[in-house]
């Protein structure tokens, strides 16, 4: 049974993330950036994919979320906002620009309800995602990497178990283990992070 006391509680992750951007605002730290880079742009992909965006818009958005978490990080400050809900409103923002660019461009009828963006849901609600992300986050690195990599390819890149049997040259049925024993830990971790 794992000892409770070496995992990082969910505080002293979100502590050590704005403590990264810190960083990459006062510094450009690159190693930094990378450790913020590789664990939000997944995130915010999925985020930006639940708000409707087409895969590949979702990728260019991510992309030029995470630039401009680089660019701004200076005026980053962690008395006001934790990493997370400072970046998701970077990125809530840029969806909501890159809607209104699309919108003037194909000079639809502003007025119409069903162009109008998804209101944005209040601070403590952002605050709660952001935490359940990170459980999330916390729960997936206790996976074993096979599981990770097909747990990854099943649920963000959307793969079928097949596909993810062919671009892994695994047999399905090793494919289809994985991630049933996955979701079987990921299950009681969650349980026990709760």
């Keep these: 049974m794992t000892d409770m006391t070496d995992r990082p509680t969910l505080s002293d992750a979100a502590r050590e993330m704005s403590a990264l951007l810190v960083r990459v605002g006062q510094t450009h730290d690159r190693a930094a950036f990378r450790v913020v880079f590789d664990h939000f742009a997944p995130r915010i992909r999925a985020f930006l994919l639940q708000r409707r965006l087409a895969p590949a818009q979702a990728d260019d958005l991510t992309q030029d979320v995470m630039l401009a ?112 024993l996955a979701m079987s830990k990921l299950k009681t971790t969650l349980g026990e992070l709760e």
């Design 69 to 180: 978490v680089w660019r701004r990080a200076a005026s980053y400050d962690p008395a006001k906002a934790a990493a997370s809900t400072w970046i998701y409103t970077i990125a809530r923002n840029q969806h909501i620009d890159q809607f209104r660019k699309a919108q003037r461009a194909s000079k639809m009828d502003e007025t119409d309800p069903s162009l109008q963006p998804v209101p944005m849901p209040a601070a403590d609600l952002l605050f709660e995602q952001a935490e359940s992300a990170e459980t999330v986050g916390a729960a997936l690195e206790s996976l074993s990497a096979d599981q990770r990599e097909v747990v990854a390819m099943a649920f963000n890149e959307g793969l079928s178990h097949s596909e993810i049997s062919e671009r892994l040259n695994v047999p399905l049925g090793t494919v289809k283990s994985r991630i049933r």
